[in-house]
């Protein structure tokens, strides 16, 4: 008989109901019961000027040595660009691709594109530092990213001799409409774990339920294991006042769910 170590556990999925299908379905095959209620939401950009600095950059592929990309969003909505400016994927194989981790990379490759580096460490700064041997003065890199991305890479790779162009290619968009549902399971304790995949999911869920009147979301937190998908995100959550009770150790949605049968465990 399979193990299932979540048994009876009920637990938050926060993020875009287009990706929530890997954790969820990881949650339910441990006994877990995911509850899905996005606190974001995902779309094309919508400022005229964000979308025609994509198409440009994508009109002039040919001028970049190296894509990256930092997250499975970022390449398919770089790819649902490309096709509605009916551009050919195989221009895409001249380049150099670089992915920040290995879901990403798999996505990548399911286009039929190869990925030449994938850093150890899936996070920017781990990103920079798989990039310096690799990096020619001068070579140019496309970085398509979320409007609300970081930008360390850019930054610390033009420091390095890189010519970095970033765009934007989707957008995050806060989803309030999910919040008093979260904040009715919360009251009545029906939650034993809430789940970070970044940290906008963290802003927004607090946003969320002080969009739904609780001031002090903290306080409805008290009984609850709070686990994160990596550093940034726990960063962010622990400086908005939650407390952390996991991190995981690889960042990734395995990760994530080791984290949640670890502490599930009746130590």
């Known amino acids: 008989m399979k193990q299932q170590p979540l048994l009876g556990r009920k637990i938050l999925v926060t993020r875009a109901p287009s990706q929530a299908k890997e954790l969820s379905d990881a949650i339910r095959e441990l006994g877990g019961e995911p509850i899905e209620l996005a606190v974001i939401g995902i779309r094309q950009p919508s400022e005229p000027e964000a979308v025609k600095r994509l198409d440009d950059a994508i009109h002039h592929l040919s001028d970049y040595q190296w894509l990256f990309f930092t997250s499975v969003n970022g390449v398919e909505f770089f790819i649902r660009r490309l096709r509605e400016l009916h551009m050919d994927l195989n221009r895409l194989k001249k380049m150099k691709i670089a992915a920040v981790g290995p879901k990403t990379a798999e996505v990548i490759q399911h286009y039929g594109l190869t990925v030449e580096l994938v850093p150890q460490e899936f996070v920017s700064e781990g990103f920079v530092a798989a990039m310096q041997p690799n990096i020619h003065q001068g070579d140019k890199a496309l970085l398509p990213t979320a409007d609300i991305a970081r930008t360390i890479i850019a930054e610390q790779l033009t420091v390095l001799g890189m010519e970095i162009t970033q765009v934007i290619v989707y957008e995050n968009v806060p989803n309030y409409e999910n919040g008093q549902a ?86």
Do not use: Y
Not at 183 to 198: E, M, N, R, W, Y
Not at 199 to 205: D, H
């Open 182 to 267: 979260i904040i009715d399971l919360l009251q009545t304790k029906a939650i034993d774990f809430v789940t970070f995949t970044s940290s906008s999911t963290v802003r927004n869920f607090i946003a969320a339920i002080r969009h739904n009147g609780v001031e002090e979301p903290m306080q409805l937190l008290q009984d609850v294991q709070i686990t994160c998908i990596g550093s940034k995100t726990a960063d962010t959550a622990r400086e908005l006042g939650l407390h952390v009770s996991a991190v995981a150790k690889e960042f990734t949605i395995p990760g994530l769910v080791q984290n949640l049968v670890e502490l599930a465990q009746p130590w």
